[in-house]
C-alpha cells in the first residue's frame, strides 16, 4: 500500500506572534515547487503543531498553502470544568486537522498513562481529527535490550479497543525520548526496525489497517539524515521539533519526503 508521506513540526512551547508570522513566512517561501506541488497534490502532507494560543494565527496564515495546523495535546473530556484543559472541539474550532497525543514530555511532566492517551486520541477521532499518537522509549529501556517491549505495550494500550477504521485513521511518532532534542538520533536501520515492529503490532489487529497507519519517526530529525531515515520502507515521515523552528532546515526535511526525492535514493 502506497501510505503519503507525512512531516510535521512541533514548536513545542517556543514563539510569539512576530516570531511566528517570520516562521511561517519563512517556511511558505522556502518550500521548493516541487514540494509545493506535491502537498496540493495530495502526494505529501506537512504541518506544524503550534502552541494553542497561536492556532488563529496558524490557521489565518496556511489556510490556502495546503499545510496543515494542528494542536500539541488534547483533553480526553469532552466539556466542563477542567481548568486549562483544550477540546478536541475547540481544535475544530481553528479548523485543526490533527493533535498530538502522549508526547513523552506530556508523559512525563503530566504523568500520562498510556490509556489516558487512549481516551484523548478517541476524543479526536469522534471529532473527525487525526491523532499522532506518540511513542517511545528511554535510554534505560534499550540498553536493557526491552525497547520493543517498552514501545510495543505504549501502542497496545493507547490502541485498545479501537475499530479497524478507527484504527487505520491513526498516525502514530515514535520517538525515541533518548533522542529527543539531545542531538543524538537512531541509525536509519534502527528506526526501521522498531518501525516495524509498530506495524507487526497493529497487524495484530488489523492487517489492512496496519498497512495504511502512517509510522512517523522523531528525535532530533535533521535535513542531512532525513532522506536516509524516508527511504527505508516502515518509515513514512517525520515529527520534527527543534529542526521546525528553522524555516529553510525545516523545508528541506520536507523536501527530503517528496515522493520524487525519494525515489532518487
Known amino acids: 500500500m502506497q501510505r ?55 490557521a489565518t496564515r496556511l489556510r490556502s498553502s495546503g499545510l496543515l495546523w494542528g494542536a500539541q495535546d488534547c483533553s480526553n473530556e469532552i466539556a466542563g470544568a477542567f481548568t486549562g484543559e ?6 475544530k474550532d481553528f479548523d485543526c486537522q490533527f493533535a498530538l497525543v502522549g508526547h513523552s514530555e506530556r508523559r512525563e511532566r503530566a504523568a500520562e498513562s498510556s490509556d ?36 510495543v505495550e ?21 520517538e525515541p525520548i533518548w533522542a529527543i532534542g539531545t542531538g543524538r538520533s537512531a541509525s536509519s536501520s534502527d528506526a526501521q526496525a522498531m518501525h516495524a515492529t509498530i506495524r507487526h503490532e497493529l497487524s495484530q489487529q488489523s492487517q489492512s489497517a496496519a498497512q495504511a497507519v502512517r509510522i512517523l519517526y522523531g528525535g532530533s530529525v535533521k535535513a542531512a539524515t532525513a532522506a536516509e531515515l524516508f527511504a527505508q520502507p516502515d518509515i513514512d515521515g517525520a515529527l520534527v521539533g527543534g529542526a521546525s523552528l528553522d524555516a529553510t532546515e525545516f523545508a528541506n526535511i520536507i523536501q527530503s519526503a517528496c515522493p520524487a526525492s525519494q525515489s532518487l535514493h
Open 116 to 151: 489516558l492517551v487512549g481516551r484523548k486520541l478517541g476524543q479526536l477521532l469522534n471529532n473527525g481529527l487525526m491523532p499522532v499518537v506518540c511513542v517511545g522509549e528511554p535510554l534505560s529501556e534499550r540498553e536493557q535490550g526491552s525497547a520493543e517491549d517498552f514501545v
Open 4 to 58: 503519503v508521506p507525512l512531516v510535521l513540526g512541533n514548536w513545542k512551547m517556543n514563539g510569539s506572534v512576530q516570531a511566528n508570522e517570520a516562521l511561517l513566512q519563512g517556511l511558505l517561501g522556502s518550500l521548493s515547487p516541487q514540494a509545493d506541488a506535491a502537498i496540493k497534490q495530495g502526494d505529501l502532507q506537512a504541518g506544524v503543531a503550534v502552541p494553542a494560543p497561536y492556532l488563529f494565527q496558524a
Open 86 to 91: 483544550i477540546s478536541a472541539d475547540m481544535l
Open 154 to 174: 505504549q501502542v497496545r494500550a493507547a490502541t485498545k479497543g479501537l475499530d479497524e477504521q478507527q484504527l487505520a485513521a491513526l498516525v502514530i511518532a515514535y
